[in-house]
């Protein structure tokens, strides 16, 4: 079940800095790099859920 919550964080977490790299901080200088770090974290949720379902976590 914790699992299952974690992944939950991360994808909001990833949601919240892909929205706001899209919205108001648009014109900020790194909002590229904030870019990769939402899609890092998609990526690590992503990996999560095909090692529970796997069987491997």
């Given at each position: 079940?914790?699992?299952?919550?974690?992944?939950?964080?991360?994808?909001?977490?990833?949601?919240?800095?892909?929205?706001?790299?899209?919205?108001?901080?648009?014109?900020?200088?790194?909002?590229?790099?904030?870019?990769?770090?939402a899609?890092?974290?998609?990526?690590?949720?992503?990996?999560?859920?095909?090692?529970?379902?796997?069987?491997?976590?």
């Amino acid at each position: 079940m914790a699992l299952w919550v974690f992944f939950v964080f991360i994808v909001l977490s990833a949601t919240f800095v892909l929205m706001l790299s899209r919205g108001p901080l648009r014109a900020a200088p790194n909002a590229g790099a904030l870019r990769t770090v939402a899609y890092a974290q998609y990526a690590a949720a992503l990996l999560l859920v095909l090692a529970r379902v796997t069987g491997a976590a």
